[in-house]
Protein backbone atom coordinates (compact mmCIF):
# COMPACT_ATOMS: atom_id res chain seq x y z
CA UNK A 1 0.00 0.00 0.00
CA UNK A 2 1.27 3.62 -0.96
CA UNK A 3 2.33 5.79 2.11
CA UNK A 4 -0.65 7.01 4.38
CA UNK A 5 -1.72 10.30 6.29
CA UNK A 6 -1.78 10.04 9.91
CA UNK A 7 -5.07 8.59 11.36
CA UNK A 8 -7.84 11.09 12.23
CA UNK A 9 -7.29 12.96 15.10
CA UNK A 10 -10.55 11.55 17.22
CA UNK A 11 -9.40 8.53 17.28
CA UNK A 12 -6.09 8.79 19.19
CA UNK A 13 -6.01 6.58 22.66
CA UNK A 14 -4.56 9.77 25.05
CA UNK A 15 -8.26 11.40 24.14
CA UNK A 16 -10.33 10.29 27.38
CA UNK A 17 -13.60 9.94 25.37
CA UNK A 18 -12.03 7.06 22.88
CA UNK A 19 -9.99 5.15 25.31
CA UNK A 20 -7.75 2.33 24.03
CA UNK A 21 -8.97 -0.35 21.56
CA UNK A 22 -11.28 -3.06 23.34
CA UNK A 23 -11.25 -5.82 20.79
CA UNK A 24 -7.80 -7.75 19.33
CA UNK A 25 -8.95 -9.09 15.75
CA UNK A 26 -9.16 -12.61 15.62
CA UNK A 27 -6.21 -13.42 13.18
CA UNK A 28 -8.16 -16.71 11.31
CA UNK A 29 -11.14 -14.49 11.28
CA UNK A 30 -8.50 -12.09 9.54
CA UNK A 31 -6.64 -14.84 7.42
CA UNK A 32 -10.27 -16.02 6.06
CA UNK A 33 -11.49 -12.46 4.93
CA UNK A 34 -8.25 -12.36 2.94
CA UNK A 35 -8.52 -15.56 1.41
CA UNK A 36 -11.78 -14.77 -0.40
CA UNK A 37 -10.19 -11.49 -1.27
CA UNK A 38 -7.97 -13.77 -3.43
CA UNK A 39 -10.06 -16.25 -4.12
CA UNK A 40 -10.24 -18.57 -7.59
CA UNK A 41 -12.94 -18.74 -10.10
CA UNK A 42 -15.92 -21.30 -8.83
CA UNK A 43 -16.29 -22.84 -12.59
CA UNK A 44 -12.61 -22.59 -14.63
CA UNK A 45 -11.95 -19.89 -16.65
CA UNK A 46 -9.58 -18.76 -19.58
CA UNK A 47 -8.01 -15.54 -20.67
CA UNK A 48 -9.84 -13.43 -22.77
CA UNK A 49 -8.09 -11.83 -25.09
CA UNK A 50 -8.17 -9.36 -28.00
CA UNK A 51 -6.58 -10.63 -31.19
CA UNK A 52 -5.70 -7.73 -33.11
CA UNK A 53 -3.18 -6.91 -30.61
CA UNK A 54 -2.37 -10.01 -28.49
CA UNK A 55 -3.22 -8.37 -25.31
CA UNK A 56 -5.59 -9.92 -22.65
CA UNK A 57 -8.30 -7.69 -21.12
CA UNK A 58 -10.37 -10.06 -19.13
CA UNK A 59 -11.45 -14.04 -18.51
CA UNK A 60 -14.10 -16.29 -20.04
CA UNK A 61 -15.64 -19.26 -18.90
CA UNK A 62 -15.71 -22.06 -21.94
CA UNK A 63 -19.03 -23.01 -22.19
CA UNK A 64 -20.08 -19.10 -22.22
CA UNK A 65 -17.76 -18.29 -24.73
CA UNK A 66 -19.46 -20.86 -26.86
CA UNK A 67 -22.64 -19.78 -25.83
CA UNK A 68 -21.86 -16.08 -27.44
CA UNK A 69 -19.97 -17.17 -30.41
CA UNK A 70 -23.56 -19.25 -31.11
CA UNK A 71 -25.34 -15.94 -30.57
CA UNK A 72 -23.11 -13.98 -33.18
CA UNK A 73 -20.35 -12.29 -30.93
CA UNK A 74 -17.03 -12.24 -32.89
CA UNK A 75 -14.62 -14.48 -30.46
CA UNK A 76 -12.22 -17.01 -31.47
CA UNK A 77 -10.89 -19.68 -29.93
CA UNK A 78 -6.73 -18.76 -29.34
CA UNK A 79 -3.94 -20.78 -28.25
CA UNK A 80 -4.01 -19.22 -24.88
CA UNK A 81 -7.99 -19.14 -24.39
CA UNK A 82 -10.37 -16.63 -26.44
CA UNK A 83 -9.89 -13.46 -28.13
CA UNK A 84 -12.66 -10.50 -28.95
CA UNK A 85 -12.32 -10.06 -32.86
CA UNK A 86 -13.04 -6.61 -33.75
CA UNK A 87 -13.39 -6.36 -37.46
CA UNK A 88 -10.69 -4.84 -39.14
CA UNK A 89 -10.05 -1.00 -38.76
CA UNK A 90 -13.46 -1.07 -36.28
CA UNK A 91 -12.68 -0.59 -32.21
CA UNK A 92 -12.17 -2.55 -30.04
CA UNK A 93 -15.46 -0.93 -27.94
CA UNK A 94 -18.06 -2.08 -30.73
CA UNK A 95 -17.11 -6.30 -30.41
CA UNK A 96 -17.41 -5.31 -26.69
CA UNK A 97 -20.93 -4.03 -27.23
CA UNK A 98 -22.28 -6.63 -29.57
CA UNK A 99 -20.88 -8.95 -26.77
CA UNK A 100 -22.78 -7.22 -23.62
CA UNK A 101 -25.56 -6.76 -25.18
CA UNK A 102 -25.84 -10.71 -25.87
CA UNK A 103 -24.90 -11.17 -22.03
CA UNK A 104 -27.73 -9.05 -21.32
CA UNK A 105 -30.02 -11.16 -23.58
CA UNK A 106 -29.08 -14.27 -21.60
CA UNK A 107 -28.64 -13.13 -18.66
CA UNK A 108 -25.39 -12.75 -17.04
CA UNK A 109 -25.55 -8.75 -17.55
CA UNK A 110 -29.20 -8.44 -17.39
CA UNK A 111 -28.52 -5.71 -14.26
CA UNK A 112 -28.10 -3.44 -17.09
CA UNK A 113 -26.77 0.44 -15.72
CA UNK A 114 -26.06 2.55 -19.39
CA UNK A 115 -22.56 3.17 -17.52
CA UNK A 116 -19.41 2.40 -19.27
CA UNK A 117 -16.55 1.96 -17.28
CA UNK A 118 -12.44 1.35 -18.76
CA UNK A 119 -11.27 -1.64 -20.37
CA UNK A 120 -7.81 -2.20 -19.80
CA UNK A 121 -4.88 -4.55 -21.49
CA UNK A 122 -2.26 -6.78 -19.22
CA UNK A 123 -0.18 -3.69 -19.25
CA UNK A 124 -2.96 -1.39 -17.30
CA UNK A 125 -3.22 0.43 -20.62
CA UNK A 126 -6.59 1.27 -21.70
CA UNK A 127 -7.86 -0.25 -24.53
CA UNK A 128 -11.69 0.17 -25.06
CA UNK A 129 -14.97 0.59 -23.04
CA UNK A 130 -17.45 -1.32 -21.77
CA UNK A 131 -21.03 -1.24 -20.24
CA UNK A 132 -20.46 -1.89 -16.89
CA UNK A 133 -22.76 -5.07 -16.08
CA UNK A 134 -21.10 -7.22 -18.65
CA UNK A 135 -17.08 -6.87 -16.75
CA UNK A 136 -18.13 -9.75 -14.23
CA UNK A 137 -19.19 -12.21 -16.74
CA UNK A 138 -15.74 -11.18 -19.05
CA UNK A 139 -13.82 -11.12 -16.04
CA UNK A 140 -12.48 -7.27 -16.97
CA UNK A 141 -10.94 -5.51 -14.17
CA UNK A 142 -12.29 -2.91 -12.82
CA UNK A 143 -11.59 0.49 -10.39
CA UNK A 144 -13.98 1.94 -7.39
CA UNK A 145 -13.65 4.06 -4.99
CA UNK A 146 -14.88 3.80 -1.41
CA UNK A 147 -14.71 6.65 1.67
CA UNK A 148 -15.22 5.90 5.23
CA UNK A 149 -17.19 8.79 6.42
CA UNK A 150 -16.58 8.98 10.67
CA UNK A 151 -17.83 11.94 12.40
CA UNK A 152 -16.04 14.68 15.00
CA UNK A 153 -17.49 12.79 18.43
CA UNK A 154 -16.23 9.29 16.88
CA UNK A 155 -18.77 7.81 14.88
CA UNK A 156 -18.61 5.90 11.50
CA UNK A 157 -21.72 6.13 8.69
CA UNK A 158 -22.44 3.19 7.18
CA UNK A 159 -24.97 2.43 4.27
CA UNK A 160 -27.52 -0.53 3.99
CA UNK A 161 -27.55 -1.41 0.36
CA UNK A 162 -30.45 -1.97 -1.20
CA UNK A 163 -32.03 -4.85 -2.23
CA UNK A 164 -32.31 -5.09 -5.27
CA UNK A 165 -28.56 -4.27 -5.97
CA UNK A 166 -27.00 -7.37 -8.90
CA UNK A 167 -24.01 -8.02 -6.19
CA UNK A 168 -24.53 -8.20 -2.27
CA UNK A 169 -27.86 -7.08 -1.68
CA UNK A 170 -28.97 -5.96 1.75
CA UNK A 171 -25.83 -5.99 3.38
CA UNK A 172 -23.47 -3.18 4.54
CA UNK A 173 -21.35 -0.72 3.53
CA UNK A 174 -18.89 1.92 3.84
CA UNK A 175 -20.55 5.41 3.55
CA UNK A 176 -20.08 5.81 0.18
CA UNK A 177 -18.57 3.24 -2.64
CA UNK A 178 -18.49 2.76 -6.32
CA UNK A 179 -16.54 1.95 -9.90
CA UNK A 180 -14.44 4.18 -11.69
CA UNK A 181 -16.55 5.82 -15.12
CA UNK A 182 -15.11 5.29 -18.38
CA UNK A 183 -12.98 8.80 -18.30
CA UNK A 184 -12.97 9.68 -14.94
CA UNK A 185 -10.38 10.19 -12.42
CA UNK A 186 -10.57 8.53 -8.76
CA UNK A 187 -11.61 11.95 -7.38
CA UNK A 188 -13.63 12.52 -10.09
CA UNK A 189 -15.72 9.20 -8.90
CA UNK A 190 -14.95 9.81 -5.34
CA UNK A 191 -16.90 13.31 -5.69
CA UNK A 192 -20.11 12.09 -8.14
CA UNK A 193 -20.56 9.06 -5.90
CA UNK A 194 -20.76 11.46 -2.48
CA UNK A 195 -23.46 13.32 -4.23
CA UNK A 196 -24.84 10.88 -5.69
CA UNK A 197 -24.70 8.16 -3.04
CA UNK A 198 -24.91 10.24 0.24
CA UNK A 199 -26.66 13.38 -1.24
CA UNK A 200 -23.50 15.50 0.39
CA UNK A 201 -20.91 17.43 -1.70
CA UNK A 202 -17.43 16.02 -1.27
CA UNK A 203 -16.09 19.94 -0.61
CA UNK A 204 -18.01 20.46 2.45
CA UNK A 205 -16.17 17.42 4.51
CA UNK A 206 -13.37 17.39 6.57
CA UNK A 207 -9.99 16.02 5.80
CA UNK A 208 -10.53 14.12 2.63
CA UNK A 209 -7.36 11.68 2.39
CA UNK A 210 -6.74 8.37 1.01
CA UNK A 211 -5.89 5.41 3.40
CA UNK A 212 -4.24 3.47 0.22
CA UNK A 213 -5.63 0.63 -1.89
CA UNK A 214 -6.91 -2.54 -1.92
CA UNK A 215 -7.02 -5.63 -5.07
CA UNK A 216 -9.80 -7.90 -4.93
CA UNK A 217 -10.23 -11.12 -7.28
CA UNK A 218 -12.99 -13.20 -6.68
CA UNK A 219 -16.50 -15.18 -7.60
CA UNK A 220 -19.61 -13.04 -7.77
CA UNK A 221 -22.82 -14.07 -9.33
CA UNK A 222 -22.83 -14.53 -12.97
CA UNK A 223 -18.89 -14.36 -12.66
CA UNK A 224 -15.56 -12.98 -11.45
CA UNK A 225 -14.50 -9.95 -9.89
CA UNK A 226 -10.75 -8.48 -10.54
CA UNK A 227 -10.97 -4.83 -8.52
CA UNK A 228 -8.75 -2.56 -7.55
CA UNK A 229 -10.56 -0.31 -4.63
CA UNK A 230 -8.59 3.00 -3.62
CA UNK A 231 -9.72 4.06 -0.26
CA UNK A 232 -10.65 7.37 1.61
CA UNK A 233 -11.72 8.97 4.94
CA UNK A 234 -12.82 12.21 6.03
CA UNK A 235 -14.63 13.52 8.83
CA UNK A 236 -18.48 14.34 8.47
CA UNK A 237 -20.12 17.76 9.93
CA UNK A 238 -22.32 17.18 12.75
CA UNK A 239 -24.82 19.23 11.42
CA UNK A 240 -24.81 17.18 8.26
CA UNK A 241 -26.16 13.53 7.45
CA UNK A 242 -25.88 11.12 4.29
CA UNK A 243 -28.92 11.05 2.17
CA UNK A 244 -29.33 8.74 -0.46
CA UNK A 245 -29.99 10.38 -3.98
CA UNK A 246 -29.63 7.48 -6.56
CA UNK A 247 -31.67 4.65 -5.12
CA UNK A 248 -29.01 2.57 -4.57
CA UNK A 249 -29.20 2.71 -0.61
CA UNK A 250 -31.92 1.43 1.94
CA UNK A 251 -30.32 3.51 4.57
CA UNK A 252 -27.75 5.15 6.45
CA UNK A 253 -27.12 4.41 10.07
CA UNK A 254 -24.26 5.75 12.24
CA UNK A 255 -21.98 3.18 14.41
CA UNK A 256 -20.05 3.83 17.63
CA UNK A 257 -16.71 1.77 17.00
CA UNK A 258 -18.07 -0.99 19.00
CA UNK A 259 -21.03 -2.14 17.44
CA UNK A 260 -19.27 -1.38 13.88
CA UNK A 261 -16.95 -3.88 15.14
CA UNK A 262 -19.52 -6.57 16.46
CA UNK A 263 -21.47 -6.29 12.86
CA UNK A 264 -18.37 -6.92 11.06
CA UNK A 265 -17.33 -9.82 13.36
CA UNK A 266 -21.09 -11.16 12.48
CA UNK A 267 -20.52 -11.33 8.92
CA UNK A 268 -22.90 -8.23 8.04
CA UNK A 269 -20.65 -6.49 5.62
CA UNK A 270 -19.81 -6.90 2.03
CA UNK A 271 -16.45 -8.48 1.90
CA UNK A 272 -15.08 -5.06 0.59
CA UNK A 273 -16.66 -3.35 3.23
CA UNK A 274 -15.04 -5.21 5.59
CA UNK A 275 -12.04 -5.19 5.02
CA UNK A 276 -11.71 -1.46 4.41
CA UNK A 277 -13.44 -0.90 7.65
CA UNK A 278 -11.30 -3.50 9.43
CA UNK A 279 -7.98 -1.19 8.47
CA UNK A 280 -9.83 1.74 9.09
CA UNK A 281 -9.92 0.92 12.54
CA UNK A 282 -6.56 -0.59 13.24
CA UNK A 283 -5.32 2.95 10.99
CA UNK A 284 -7.15 4.71 13.87
CA UNK A 285 -6.15 2.66 16.88
CA UNK A 286 -9.66 0.98 17.51
CA UNK A 287 -8.72 -2.10 17.08
CA UNK A 288 -5.42 -4.05 17.14
Known sequence: MPTE??????????????????????????????????????LPRMPLGWLQSATVIGSIEPAWADRLI?????????????????????????????????????????????????????????????????TRALGIATQSVHLVGATPAGGVW????????????????????????????????????????????ITALARVVPIGHLSVRRPVPHGYMVERIDMFEAVVPENQAPINRDGEVARFECLAPEPLWRRLHDGLFT?????????????NRLLR
Open 70 to 134: NAGVPLRKTSHGWAVDAARGAPLDAALATAAATLRRLGPAAAWRDELVTVTDNAGKAVARIERAA
Open 271 to 283: LEASLILLHWLQR
Open 158 to 201: VQQRAFDKATDPGQWDTMVGGLVGAGEGVRDTLRRETAEEAGLR
Open 5 to 42: PSALPHAASTDPAHPPPTHTADTDWLAALRARSDAAPE
